[in-house]
């Protein structure tokens, strides 16, 4: 069974620029997560995803920060314009409909803004 | 509200010894609780998970956790270090009756000497 798919790997940009990330979950699985990790920090939930529906998104920024799903498979997460504080690590998870309600986590891409 | 405390951010270990890594959590529900390890620049991997079934839980690679309600405790153990367990430990509570929130802990960084 495949795993979680993230691209790309690493990215790095200047302040005000715009940046996208993407994330393949396993197949199947109905609910998708966006998180950020910040150097030394434990991951933070952004942005649950329920099939193509948000079931929580009162972590993100959305002044900046802007997720899709729109197919209910992949996933999209955006930061427009990029700030230096958004250096981290960005990890997409997903989790089956049943079992135990654990997630599985893809690579991360880390993302250095100068 | 649920939160998790890892009452450790460093734990060095000689190679071949006892490793004990602390975790508290604090739940208004009966939690799932995860150990995930990081190691540097991979994803998270599931180490062990608590479901409510056996509080003593094995995991992979000689972990295992005990779920102690009554001192809302559940500490990662391991008889024997080895080098290759050098990494960054986080622990997880869930709410296994809601969304299936993840609540990371600020993470434990193990250092293995030889």
């Known amino acids: 069974e495949a795993g979680v798919a993230q691209s790309p790997r690493y990215k790095i940009i200047e302040k005000r620029q715009s940046v996208a990330f993407w994330c393949n979950p396993i197949?199947?699985?109905?609910?998708l997560y966006w998180y950020q990790q910040i150097l030394g920090q434990g991951p933070k939930l952004l942005i649950q995803f329920q099939n193509n529906g948000v079931v929580d998104d009162s972590q993100l920024p959305k002044d900046r920060f802007s997720a899709e799903r729109l197919k209910g498979v992949d996933s999209t997460l955006k930061i427009q314009p990029a700030k230096l504080e958004d250096s981290a690590v960005y990890l997409c998870?997903?989790?089956?409909?049943?079992?135990?309600?654990?997630?599985?986590f893809g690579p991360g891409t880390r993302l250095t803004v100068l | 509200a649920q939160s998790v405390t890892q009452l450790d951010s460093h734990v060095s270990v000689s190679e071949g010894t006892p490793v004990l890594l602390r975790c508290n959590y604090s739940s208004s529900y009966s939690p799932s609780l995860f150990w995930y390890v990081q190691h540097p620049n991979k994803g998270l991997q599931l180490l062990l998970k608590?479901?409510?079934?056996?509080?003593l839980v094995k995991g992979i690679n000689g972990f295992e956790a005990e779920f102690k309600k009554s001192e809302t405790s559940f500490h990662l153990t391991k008889p024997s270090a080895h080098m290759s367990d050098a990494a960054e430990y986080f622990c997880v509570v869930s709410d296994p009756s809601g969304t299936y929130k993840y609540i990371f802990g600020t993470g434990t960084r193990l250092k293995v000497l030889a």
């Open positions: 608590y479901t409510s079934a056996a509080t």
């Open positions: 998870a997903s989790r089956a409909s049943t079992g135990s309600g654990e997630q599985f």
């Open positions: 197949s199947g699985h109905a609910t």
